[in-house]
């Protein structure tokens, strides 16, 4: 094994924070620039749903994004604290919005793409959340801290040799998820078919009780416990399934008396925090688990809407748009039971949705094959990531 220098990631890089904006700043003035989002932290930069600020707003030159920096979610829910994702080379000035920090490289020392690869290993990314000072819903990256991890440094030729070697592997798991995308696509397009038959639009509440999960004052650290009943937030919620975790559960005794908020066989529940569109039916194993505060439970009414039907209709794109503009705040949406109550959805007739609840299932199975050979390439890539950064590769 390779011995390298140590050190810190704040010696080879620093945070660049964000600009604060209020709503009614959004897309108003002749002179706005496009700024960048925690939602627009994903695999690759997402650059189709950004929103305008005015110029103005942004104070410094170096709140604007440059090619090779890391943008990092700062503020969201516990599992997506700290994702990042590799800035291109944008079309036009781009600002860095509130709830998110740019990783800028010192390119003397550090090169960017074996930077964000570190940053983005698995292993960083469990140390900066098991950093991250938690309020009741909402992680905050601790920066001060970050700048104090410890970096293992080749020399910047050895930098841009893993960085190459990384960038190849990564593209073949990129590869494999455009197939996962095609198959969601699939859906959607079944779903908006089905859809194109309805009978116009009703408010959802009339075809599903909205209810949401606990306040977070009826939750305390002592009522915590390893293997309990668990809480489903957004975060326990993957892919369409419901991924609970053992460490994020209350005890019996506890649960009993949040019995209003417990999860029922053919319920959908679905995240009201952050990203949007985060949805799962809950089936025989879940039955029983309890909703958490940033989640809320659609029980559908059993003549009016199936359940699979409604979770595709909650986590399509045109609603997931429409629950965004309705929200609650810019950077970081919220949503309440009125504002998913009064969501126009299609009224479809329950024949059509039983046609597409077959599809659906169908092409679910597909989908899991395929998911079970990502998660074997994620777990060479994963392998890979660790002997890259311990100087084995």
Same mark, same amino acid.
């Given at each position: 094994?390779?011995?390298?220098?140590?050190?810190?990631?704040?010696?080879?890089?620093?945070?660049?924070?964000?600009?604060?904006?209020?709503?009614?700043?959004?897309?108003?003035?002749?002179?706005?620039?496009?700024?960048?989002?925690?939602?627009?932290?994903?695999?690759?930069?997402?650059?189709?749903?950004?929103?305008?600020?005015?110029?103005?707003?942004?104070?410094?030159?170096?709140q604007f994004l440059?090619?090779?920096?890391?943008?990092?979610?700062?503020?969201?829910?516990?599992?997506?604290?700290?994702?990042?994702?590799?800035?291109?080379?944008?079309?036009?000035?781009?600002?860095?919005?509130?709830?998110?920090?740019?990783?800028?490289?010192?390119?003397?020392?550090?090169?960017?793409?074996?930077?964000?690869?570190?940053?983005?290993?698995?292993?960083?990314?469990?140390?900066?959340?098991?950093?991250?000072?938690s309020t009741t819903?909402?992680?905050?990256?601790?920066?001060?801290?970050?700048?104090?991890?410890?970096?293992?440094?080749?020399?910047?030729?050895?930098?841009?040799?893993?960085?190459?070697?990384?960038?190849?592997?990564?593209?073949?798991?990129?590869?494999?998820?455009?197939?996962?995308?095609?198959l969601r696509s699939?859906?959607?397009?079944?779903?908006?078919?089905?859809?194109?038959?309805?009978?116009?639009?009703?408010?959802?509440?009339?075809?599903?009780?909205?209810?949401?999960?606990?306040?977070?004052?009826?939750?305390?650290?002592?009522?915590?416990?390893?293997?309990?009943?668990?809480?489903?937030?957004?975060?326990?919620?993957?892919?369409?399934? /419901? !991924?609970?975790?053992?460490?994020?559960? =209350?005890? &019996?005794?506890?649960?009993?008396? $949040?019995?209003?908020? #417990?999860?029922? @066989?053919?319920?959908?529940?679905?995240?009201?925090?952050?990203?949007?569109?985060?949805?799962?039916?809950?089936?025989?194993?879940?039955?029983?688990?309890?909703?958490?505060?940033?989640?809320? /439970? !659609?029980?559908?009414?059993?003549?009016? =809407?199936? &359940?699979?039907?409604?979770?595709? $209709?909650?986590?399509? #794109?045109?609603? @997931?748009?429409?629950?965004?503009?309705?929200?609650?705040?810019?950077?970081?949406?919220?949503?309440?039971?009125?504002?998913?109550?009064?969501?126009?959805?299609?009224?479809?007739?329950?024949?059509?949705?039983?046609?597409?609840?077959?599809?659906?299932?169908?092409?679910?199975?597909?989908?899991?094959?395929?998911?079970?050979?990502?998660?074997?390439?994620?777990?060479?890539?994963?392998?890979?990531?660790?002997?890259?950064?311990?100087?084995?590769?």
């Amino acid at each position: 094994m390779t011995t390298w220098p140590t050190v810190t990631l704040g010696e080879v890089a620093h945070f660049v924070r964000g600009v604060t904006f209020k709503p009614s700043d959004v897309g108003v003035g002749a002179e706005t620039v496009p700024v960048m989002r925690t939602k627009n932290v994903q695999a690759l930069l997402d650059q189709d749903d950004v929103i305008r600020i005015p110029k103005r707003l942004v104070r410094r030159p170096d709140q604007f994004l440059r090619v090779g920096d890391t943008l990092i979610s700062s503020a969201n829910s516990w599992n997506l604290v700290g994702k990042c994702c590799w800035v291109p080379d944008l079309s036009e000035q781009t600002a860095i919005g509130g709830f998110v920090v740019s990783l800028r490289p010192n390119p003397k020392l550090v090169y960017p793409r074996f930077l964000y690869h570190w940053f983005a290993s698995p292993r960083i990314q469990a140390e900066v959340r098991g950093m991250a000072n938690s309020t009741t819903n909402i992680s905050n990256l601790p920066i001060g801290r970050c700048e104090g991890l410890p970096l293992h440094l080749p020399p910047i030729e050895e930098q841009r040799r893993i960085a190459a070697i990384l960038d190849h592997a990564n593209s073949l798991r990129l590869k494999r998820e455009q197939t996962m995308d095609l198959l969601r696509s699939i859906e959607e397009a079944a779903v908006e078919r089905v859809v194109s038959f309805g009978r116009g639009t009703v408010q959802l509440g009339l075809i599903a009780e909205v209810r949401t999960g606990p306040f977070g004052s009826l939750l305390h650290k002592e009522d915590y416990v390893d293997n309990g009943v668990p809480l489903i937030n957004p975060m326990h919620i993957s892919d369409g399934q /419901i !991924v609970p975790n053992p460490k994020f559960t =209350v005890s &019996p005794d506890k649960a009993s008396s $949040l019995d209003r908020y #417990r999860l029922r @066989v053919r319920d959908v529940v679905m995240g009201r925090r952050g990203e949007m569109g985060r949805c799962a039916v809950v089936g025989p194993d879940e039955a029983g688990f309890l909703c958490g505060t940033g989640s809320l /439970i !659609v029980r559908p009414v059993e003549d009016r =809407v199936r &359940p699979t039907f409604l979770k595709m $209709l909650l986590s399509s #794109r045109a609603v @997931v748009q429409a629950l965004e503009a309705r929200a609650l705040g810019v950077t970081l949406p919220n949503l309440n039971t009125k504002i998913v109550e009064s969501l126009p959805v299609p009224d479809v007739d329950m024949t059509r949705q039983a046609r597409l609840e077959t599809l659906l299932i169908d092409i679910g199975r597909a989908r899991s094959l395929r998911a079970e050979a990502q998660m074997r390439l994620d777990a060479l890539f994963t392998s890979l990531q660790a002997r890259a950064f311990s100087g084995r590769l």
